[in-house]
Structure formats: C-alpha cells, structure tokens
C-alpha cells in the first residue's frame, strides 16, 4: 500500500579496515518510491546498497525491510548477522541487480528466473515457468528462453537479470549501476525496463550514473559525498534551485540532463 | 611360435591374458579415481575453508602426496596395511601372515595420491567461478547448501574436467606401479609374458600399445565431455532451443 514503509536504513556505518566508506546513512523508502543514489565514484554508494542485503555486513546501523530489522551481533571481533536464516529470508524479499548481471551461465535465461522461486521459494515448478515465461515476454526476452547467458548481448543479459530478481515478488528492487557496464547503444533498453517497473509501483533503490532516470524516472534524488549523504529531494528541486553547491558541481560533469 | 599365435586369444596365444590384464588396468585406475574424487574434494573443501586448521591439513595432503615417490606410497599402504592386518588378525588369535588385497591396496594407494591432484583441480575450478554468480545466488537468498548443490558444484563440475583427463592419465601411469604387489594388470603382465618367452621386445611393446590405446581411448571421452559440458559457452549454439 502506498505510503507503508518498505525499507528503512538508521544511521549506517561500514568499515573497511581503518577506512570510513559509510559514516551514518540514514533513508527510509515508502511503497512505491524510486529513489535515485548519485555520487562520484569512491562516494560509498554500491557499499550502501550492498549493505542492505548484506553481501557487505554493515559495522553499525540498522536496517528494516518491510517492518523487520536484520538482527546484528557487534563484537569486539566485528559484526555479523544474528542467524543466516533471517538474512537469507530477507535477501528473498530484495531484488538485487548487479552491474555486471551475474546471470548463472551454466542455466538457461529460463532456468536463471526459475531458480530462485523453485528452489527458495519452493514453489510448484510449472507455475514458475508460466510466470517466468511472462516476465521475460515483459522484458521483450521471451525468444531467448532456452538461450545460455553468454549468448546474450549485455542488455539482454541484464533484462533477464531483472526478470530473475522480479520472479522473487521482491519487495523493493536495489539496482547497483546496471547500465555501467553496458554499451551506450544498449542502455535505452534496461532503462525502458526499469521506467516500466517504475510505473508499475514497484519499489526501487537505483544506485545509477544515468541523470536522465534520476532526473525523469524517480521520485527522489540522494547525493552521497564521502560517505555521508549530501543532499537529498524530489528531482526538480536537486536539480533545480534547491541544489547544493557539490551536487551541482557534480552533475556539472554530466553536461545538461535532459 | 608365429607372432599370431603368440598374441592369439586361444590356445598358447597371451592374446586373452593381456585383454584381461589390461582390463584389471582400468579398473585399479577407475576404482583409483573415484577414490581421489572424494578425497581430493574433501582435501579442496578443506582448502578453502575459513578454518586454519582445516586449511593445514589440507595444505600438508597435497605437499605430502605430490612431494613423495608413487612407488613409497605404494610400498607403505601395501606392506604397512598387511603389516597392521597381520597384527591385528594376531590379536584375534590368528598367527599367519595377513596380506592386503592387492587389488585394494593399489587401487587405495594411487586413489591417494590422484585425491591430491584432483584437490588441486577443484580448487582451481572453485576460483575459476565467477565471484558475481556466487554473489547473485546469496543475493537471492539461497541458504548456504542451495548454493553449494546448485550454483558451486554443477560449475566446479564443468571447470574440472580438463584437469580430471590430466589425473586420469597420470593414475592409469601410476597403476603399472602396483605390478609390485603382484596384483596382475597390464604391467605385470607384459612382464610375464615377455618372460615366459622371450619375447620382450614384443611384449613391451605390445603393452605400450595397450596402455597408449587406453590413454587416447579416454582422451577422447574427457574431450567429448568438456565440449558438452561447454556448451552454454560456447557461440556454436546461438540462441538454442
């Protein structure tokens, strides 16, 4: 429902060593929000995003995802989750998109998006695949069903990626750049995908270089700077009057969005 | 004697005698294999475990099994097994000479040394796993087991078989070396035939060929398995339905 919290991060804090990357990232996203993160590369951006599911363990902080916060034991040798079991049931309820796809390539594109509901949701296998064999015509993948990743070009890989994440019924999607690494001539069509979903209600964490989304797609723009968050608001002010005097330093190296 | 009826399989040919020792061959060497497959995937588990100890045992297995002699190793689980069966059939009353089977002997002796090999095989088939793919099934939230069955082994599977061929050829060599034991592969065969006759030119060559059939012979079956384990790789089928 519009207007529920779906994720909430209090004051997050990642170390790496003696090194700083998070010093305290706080954010909540409601139902339906699609929050654009911006910041120069080293800003600590992807370790924010990979600190919500854990596949970075936070050093401090708390983090809620649909009203249950990830337990964390802070010892004196470091954090870790209380019980992999609640991190893996947590996990089931995000959608992860990776800048470089990571599709299984021993699967087929089919196999890929069934895996996890099969597998870790346990579901009945021929309703999976009726379901799968939708996303992916929604993607505008159907053809490439039996297709093994590598002989996907890098958009296709990265649409049945998020067909994968999308057969989870996630509920909030974490996108970490997935258009850096693709060829310019092959970012409208992940970004089409993402637009979609967008107006479909779904929930999303976009970690992304693309202005363009941040500026049209999204209903809020966060600018983090050296661990911290900068600056943060609906579009037309960040990238209006209402800029800070870094973020619009930062986005000057963009040129103009359009 | 003719050279056909030397090799013959009937009457005084050593024909039927070699087949079968050659046959003893693959099967010391098979039985080896599947004996250092599940040793050689313990010892890499243990290798890339988070524990130091596990780690050490892992690290001293392979330094050990691939620093010794094959012969040694054969020597030692042969003689050394008897040795302690003979004690402990002494223990329960029983005064003779207790001998390993040499069947099992060889075939545990060079199951150890290939576990060695093939742990260093899947560990480098483990790394050769993309980090990311490992990383989208966390993502997902696959347990830890789910991971393993689904994602870890069918690719480690897939990564080793070249490796494998290469264990595979150095055991079958290793198994002419249990001909020590008196166990009667193609080794001890040649060995015998050649004596009984004086045939050793032909014998030994003979056997060369049997064992350089049976290294191509399997060659080919690794190849054919790694193109059709390769297949999601490879380009050749674009878009396969």
């Given at each position: 429902?519009?207007g529920?919290?779906?994720?909430?991060?209090?004051?997050?804090?990642?170390?790496?060593?003696?090194h700083?990357?998070?010093?305290?990232?706080?954010?909540?996203a409601?139902?339906?929000?699609?929050i654009?993160?911006?910041?120069?590369?080293?800003?600590?951006?992807?370790?924010?995003?990979?600190?919500?599911?854990?596949?970075?363990?936070?050093?401090?902080?708390?983090?809620?995802?649909?009203?249950?916060?990830?337990?964390?034991?802070?010892?004196?040798?470091?954090?870790?989750?209380?019980?992999?079991?609640?991190v893996?049931?947590?996990r089931s309820?995000?959608?992860?998109?990776?800048?470089?796809?990571?599709?299984?390539?021993?699967?087929?594109?089919?196999?890929?998006?069934?895996?996890?509901p099969?597998?870790?949701?346990k579901?009945?296998?021929?309703?999976?695949?009726?379901?799968?064999?939708?996303?992916?015509?929604?993607?505008?993948?159907?053809?490439?069903?039996?297709?093994?990743?590598?002989?996907?070009?890098?958009?296709?890989?990265?649409?049945?990626?998020?067909?994968?994440?999308?057969?989870?019924?996630?509920?909030?999607?974490?996108?970490?750049?997935?258009?850096?690494?693709?060829?310019?001539?092959?970012?409208?069509?992940?970004?089409?995908?993402?637009r979609?979903?967008?107006?479909?209600?779904?929930?999303?964490?976009?970690?992304?270089?693309?202005?363009?989304?941040?500026?049209?797609?999204?209903?809020?723009?966060?600018?983090?700077?050296?661990?911290?968050?900068d600056s943060?608001?609906?579009?037309?002010?960040?990238?209006?009057?209402?800029?800070?005097?870094?973020?619009?330093q930062?986005?000057?190296?963009?040129?103009?969005?359009? | 004697?003719?050279?056909?009826?030397l090799?013959?399989?009937?009457?005084?040919?050593?024909?039927?005698?070699?087949?079968?020792?050659?046959?003893?061959?693959?099967?010391?060497?098979?039985?080896?294999?599947?004996?250092?497959?599940?040793?050689?995937?313990?010892?890499?588990?243990?290798?890339?475990?988070?524990?130091v100890?596990?780690?050490?045992?892992?690290?001293?297995?392979?330094?050990?099994f691939?620093?010794?002699?094959?012969?040694?190793?054969?020597?030692?689980?042969?003689?050394?097994g008897?040795?302690?069966?003979?004690?402990?059939?002494?223990?329960?009353?029983?005064?003779?000479?207790?001998?390993?089977?040499?069947?099992?002997?060889?075939?545990?002796?060079?199951?150890?040394?290939?576990?060695?090999?093939?742990?260093?095989?899947?560990?480098?088939?483990?790394?050769?796993?993309?980090?990311?793919?490992?990383?989208?099934?966390?993502?997902i939230?696959?347990?830890?087991?789910?991971?393993?069955?689904?994602?870890i082994?069918?690719?480690?599977?897939?990564?080793?078989?070249?490796?494998?061929?290469?264990?595979?050829?150095?055991?079958?060599?290793?198994?002419?070396?249990?001909?020590?034991?008196?166990?009667?592969?193609?080794?001890?065969?040649?060995?015998?035939?050649?004596?009984?006759?004086?045939?050793?030119?032909?014998?030994?060559?003979?056997?060369?060929?049997?064992?350089?059939?049976?290294?191509?012979?399997?060659?080919?079956v690794?190849?054919?398995?790694?193109?059709r384990a390769?297949?999601?790789?490879?380009?050749s089928?674009?878009?396969?339905?």
């Amino acid at each position: 429902m519009p207007g529920e919290t779906r994720l909430s991060v209090r004051n997050l804090r990642k170390s790496f060593g003696t090194h700083e990357v998070l010093k305290g990232i706080s954010m909540d996203a409601q139902d339906g929000d699609v929050i654009s993160v911006l910041g120069a590369s080293g800003s600590g951006k992807s370790t924010f995003l990979r600190c919500i599911n854990l596949l970075e363990t936070p050093s401090g902080g708390e983090v809620w995802v649909d009203g249950e916060q990830i337990r964390m034991l802070h010892g004196r040798s470091g954090s870790r989750p209380a019980s992999r079991a609640q991190v893996d049931h947590i996990r089931s309820e995000l959608g992860m998109v990776f800048q470089g796809f990571n599709l299984w390539s021993h699967m087929t594109i089919l196999q890929n998006v069934i895996e996890g509901p099969v597998h870790v949701l346990k579901r009945p296998k021929a309703e999976c695949i009726a379901e799968a064999e939708e996303l992916l015509a929604k993607v505008g993948i159907a053809d490439k069903r039996h297709a093994y990743p590598a002989h996907l070009s890098g958009g296709q890989q990265q649409r049945a990626a998020i067909a994968r994440s999308l057969a989870m019924k996630p509920k909030v999607m974490l996108f970490d750049e997935p258009t850096s690494a693709l060829d310019p001539e092959l970012v409208g069509e992940v970004l089409r995908v993402m637009r979609a979903l967008a107006e479909e209600g779904m929930t999303m964490l976009v970690v992304t270089h693309e202005m363009s989304f941040a500026r049209n797609v999204s209903n809020r723009v966060v600018f983090m700077r050296d661990g911290i968050i900068d600056s943060s608001g609906a579009p037309e002010d960040m990238f209006g009057a209402g800029a800070s005097p870094a973020f619009r330093q930062f986005i000057g190296h963009f040129g103009n969005p359009q | 004697m003719t050279l056909f009826e030397l090799l013959g399989l009937g009457g005084k040919g050593w024909g039927a005698f070699l087949l079968l020792a050659t046959a003893t061959t693959l099967a010391v060497t098979a039985t080896a294999l599947a004996i250092g497959a599940v040793a050689g995937a313990a010892i890499a588990a243990a290798k890339l475990s988070g524990s130091v100890p596990l780690r050490l045992i892992g690290h001293v297995y392979t330094t050990v099994f691939r620093g010794v002699p094959e012969l040694l190793i054969i020597y030692l689980i042969y003689f050394g097994g008897s040795s302690g069966l003979t004690a402990v059939g002494r223990w329960l009353g029983y005064d003779g000479f207790l001998g390993l089977p040499s069947f099992a002997a060889g075939a545990l002796a060079v199951g150890i040394i290939s576990g060695a090999y093939q742990a260093e095989v899947f560990r480098g088939a483990f790394h050769a796993i993309p980090r990311g793919e490992l990383e989208a099934a966390m993502a997902i939230g696959m347990p830890r087991r789910l991971r393993f069955r689904r994602i870890i082994v069918p690719q480690v599977l897939r990564f080793a078989i070249p490796g494998l061929g290469n264990v595979w050829q150095l055991s079958l060599k290793d198994s002419a070396l249990v001909s020590v034991t008196g166990l009667v592969e193609l080794m001890r065969a040649s060995q015998i035939a050649s004596g009984s006759t004086r045939q050793y030119f032909l014998f030994y060559i003979v056997g060369g060929a049997l064992y350089l059939i049976l290294t191509s012979l399997s060659d080919r079956v690794f190849n054919t398995a790694e193109r059709r384990a390769n297949r999601s790789m490879s380009a050749s089928t674009i878009g396969g339905a």
